[in-house]
Each structure stands twice: as C-alpha cells, then as structure tokens.
C-alpha cells in the first residue's frame, strides 16, 4: 500500500499534536487532566481510521522507544504506568471514530456520536489498565469502583466538552478537506 506524503504529513502533525496535548494538563490523580484525547479524538474525526490509528500508533510508539511525550515521560518502562492503557485505547479511538464516520455526511451529530463511541473505548482499555497496574503492581489497596471513578467518571464532563468542540469543528474541516 502506497501512503502519499500529505498522509505521512497529517499522521505526524496528530502525532506531535497529541504529543503537546500531554504537556497541556492539570495533574488531579493517577491520570491527568490533558489535551491528548482532544487531538486523538479530532485525529479521528479527520483523517479518517486508518491514518487516525496510525497517527496515534505513532504517538504511542515515539514514546516507548524514550522520546518523553507522555504526561510523565517516556520509555518502555511506561508499560507498567497506569495510565498506560488509555494510550492504548487512544489507537482505537481514533480508528473507531474514522469508521463510524467514513463515508457519513460531516455533522456535529455523526462526530459527537463517533467521538462519545470511540472516547467510551479509551476508557474500556484505560481503566482496567490503571485498575490492575496500580493493585497488582504497585500495591496500591484501590477498588474497581475507586478506579472506575479517578480514571473515567472525573473526566466525562470535561471530554464531553472537548468532544462537542472538535465535533463543530471537525464538521466544518472535512468539507474543506474533501474539496482538495
């Protein structure tokens, strides 16, 4: 398969774009408060799942191989951070959403829908990641409850938010995209 170079472009540009994301945060617990889903989320939206995905593919590998553009850093160790699965739901997310609206007229309603289905897959790999990381390895006494609630029910508010803004203007970028 033959990638053109607007494509490698684009995937890096979401690539270093969730990079910064990471550095935009509020520290409130195991996981922070941070802009990283925001360009995960509009990686989707935009380039659709398979460049999404490979954007975010991107991201995470950088970090594991030590360029330090997770929240805390970088390195393979990172494997055993707990926010580590969320990373991981980050390639999903983005192919998710590109599937869910590939081919689909560009609204806020179709991106929204999208964004919430591939934004609710983050948090079904994120927190039991965080859950067995933090009780398994680092001993942490923490129920799944307690850990649904730091690792998911804090943020919704906030990426909900975040999803409704890249929803709007996500539905006005594809058209301009799609003209050329």
Known sequence: MKIKTRDMVLVALFAGLTAVGAFLRIPIGPAPISMQNFFTVMSGCLLGSRLGAVSQGLY??????????????????????????????????????GRLTEGKKPSVAV??????????????????????????????????MKALKVGCLVFIPGDLVKIALVSWLSSRIVPLIARG
Not at 60 to 74: K, R
């Open 60 to 97: 995470v590998s950088l970090g594991l191989i030590g360029v330090p553009v997770f929240t805390s850093g970088g390195g393979p160790s990172y494997l055993l951070n707990p926010t580590f699965g969320f990373l991981m739901g980050f390639i999903l997310c983005a192919w998710i959403i």
């Open 111 to 144: 991106f929204f829908l999208a964004s919430v289905a591939g934004s609710l897959v983050v948090y079904a790999v994120g927190v039991p990641w965080l859950y067995v990381i933090l009780t398994k390895v680092s001993g942490v006494d923490i129920t799944f």
